[in-house]
Antibody
Framework: EVQLLQSGGGFVEPGGSLRLSCVAS????????MAWVRQAPGKGLEWVST????????FYADSVKGRFTITRDDFKKTLYLQMHSLTVEDTAFYYC???????????WGQGALVAVSS | IVLTQSPGTLSLSPGERATISCRAS???????VAWYQQKPGQAPRLLIY???RRATGIADRFSGSGSGTDFSLTIAGLEPEDFAVYYC?????????FGQGTKVEIK
């Protein structure tokens, strides 16, 4: 069983920065690729970023490339999403998810709201 | 690749069969299609992966099929807890994408 516990959401002004965290609790010490998926209020799911199992390769949606950075600290079992130059279009619930490489997302965090507003 | 789901909303009664379509803008490998269920205020839940494989703990009334550009999710006999939003998802060329979602609502 895998549990993903998220933290770090909140309110930020346009142009600001925020970092999301996602701590994994697993019955195995194996490492897995991880991802961030977001959902604007009342809208559908949008893939944001993926990091491979050892952090060596990262992938980003065009909408966040150059502004968001995905990283992982396997010692702390924590996934991060550093977000810069936030705009109102980035307002969404952000979910971390474990990637069953490379095809789908098999476990999800509870979500964290990022609200960008002046 | 763009995924287009249809219909946008499906109004059905408990016990009825639901079929949701997911059409890709270009051919997808069969191993790369998944389906998720999302209820209000909850995170998505994996239902189907690799087109037709049920995730752990998913009831056998859920099934997936398809190939090429056309994929579908079928719920054989809707239970009250199945009324939710469903998303298809695909992977290709180091990118992941979701369909826009289909809401299955009680008629």
């Amino acid at each position: 069983e895998v549990q993903l516990l998220q933290s770090g959401g909140g309110f930020v002004e346009p142009g600001g920065s925020l970092r999301l965290s996602c701590v994994a609790s697993r019955s195995t010490s194996a490492r897995f690729a991880m991802a961030w998926v977001r959902q604007a209020p009342g809208k559908g799911l949008e893939w944001v970023s993926t990091i491979d199992y050892n952090g060596g390769t990262t992938f980003y949606a065009d909408s966040v490339k150059g502004r968001f950075t995905i990283t992982r600290d396997d010692f702390k079992k924590t996934l991060y999403l550093q977000m810069h130059s936030l705009t109102v279009e980035d307002t969404a619930f952000y979910y971390c998810a474990q990637v069953s490489w490379p095809t789908h997302f098999d476990y999800w965090g509870q979500g964290a709201l990022v609200a960008v507003s002046s | 690749i763009v995924l287009t789901q249809s219909p946008g909303t499906l109004s059905l009664s408990p016990g009825e069969r639901a079929t949701i379509s997911c059409r890709a803008s270009e051919t997808i490998g069969d191993t790369y299609v998944a389906w998720y269920q999302q209820k209000p205020g909850q995170a998505p839940r994996l239902l189907i992966y690799r087109t037709s494989r049920r995730a752990t703990g998913i009831a056998d009334r859920f099934s997936g099929s398809g190939s090429g550009t056309d994929f579908s999710l079928t719920i054989a006999g809707l239970e009250p807890e199945d009324f939710a939003v469903y998303y298809c998802q695909q992977y290709g060329n180091s990118l992941w994408a979701f369909g826009q979602g289909t809401k299955v609502e009680i008629k």
